[in-house]
């Protein structure tokens, strides 16, 4: 064969490689082939390196394709995750819906009770006081539910009225058993009037979680000193 022969068919194999590696390559190789015909065995050297450098540039695309592969396993797990976390959320959302509506069944309850209603936590926090509460109790004096509930006595009370509150709260802490008794409490007119007083320990999964209690104006019943009284006895006999 030819050398004329042996360069057609080198051309021939060169072309074959641009169509994986890019008419860049081959033209590079074409290149030397020229070269070939006039430096002989430097030729084979050139060829050599050539292949060399297209077998690391194949090792990077290698590299690359498998780093992009190992992205897209992690994507896929995250967007597992993500769907975990969404139907988490929606559960979340669901349960925030359930207890709303028990809340509200509780205060359509206790809302429409003639007795002011009110609760707290084990650290003298308001939890919660109904309609009547907030009408008798602070709305005359220029608060509001917004203003009493999330803080303690002392934020709406005077200290003196306040300190009556945490001391028969600590009270029934202490004890575990039913106050009854009257405190005074001032109303709109800036008097300080007795109030009948019933307060409990509040206790969740078993556990005591705070204070819960009601008051009732004792003028607004003719017998209230009786009832007291009688209340009064219950607590001493069950001592």
Not at 14 to 35: H, P
Not at 44 to 68: F, G, K, M, P, Y
Not at 207 to 223: D, W
Request: aromatic share 10%; net charge negative; glycine share 8%.
């Amino acid at each position: 064969m030819s050398t004329e022969d042996k360069d057609k068919i080198k051309v021939a194999t060169i072309a074959g490689f641009s169509s994986v590696f890019g008419a860049a390559i081959a033209g590079f190789v074409a290149l030397f082939v020229g070269l070939g015909k006039n430096r002989g065995s430097d030729f084979d050297l050139v060829t050599q390196n050539l292949w060399e450098s297209v077998n690391r540039q194949a090792s990077t695309i290698v590299a690359q394709q498998t780093e992009i592969t190992n992205l897209q396993t992690q994507v896929a797990k995250m967007r597992v995750t993500f769907g975990e976390m969404t139907a988490a959320q929606q559960d979340l959302e669901r349960e925030n819906l359930r207890l709303e509506a028990q809340v509200d069944a509780l205060q359509d309850a206790v809302g429409g009770l003639p007795a002011a209603v009110w609760s707290k936590d084990l650290d003298g926090v308001v939890l919660y006081c109904n309609d009547l509460y907030e009408e008798l109790f602070l709305t005359p004096r220029g608060y509001t539910a917004l203003d009493y509930v999330g803080r303690d006595d002392f934020s709406v009370w005077p200290d003196e009225i306040a300190r009556q509150f945490r001391k028969h709260d600590a009270q029934v802490l202490l004890t575990g058993e039913i106050f009854y008794g009257v405190e005074l409490v001032e109303e709109g007119d800036g008097e300080r009037h007795p109030w009948i007083i019933v307060k409990h320990p509040r206790y969740r999964h078993g556990i005591k979680s705070g204070v819960g209690g009601f008051a009732i104006p004792m003028n607004r019943f003719p017998n209230a000193k009786v009832i007291l009284e009688i209340m009064a006895q219950k607590s001493r006999s069950e001592q």
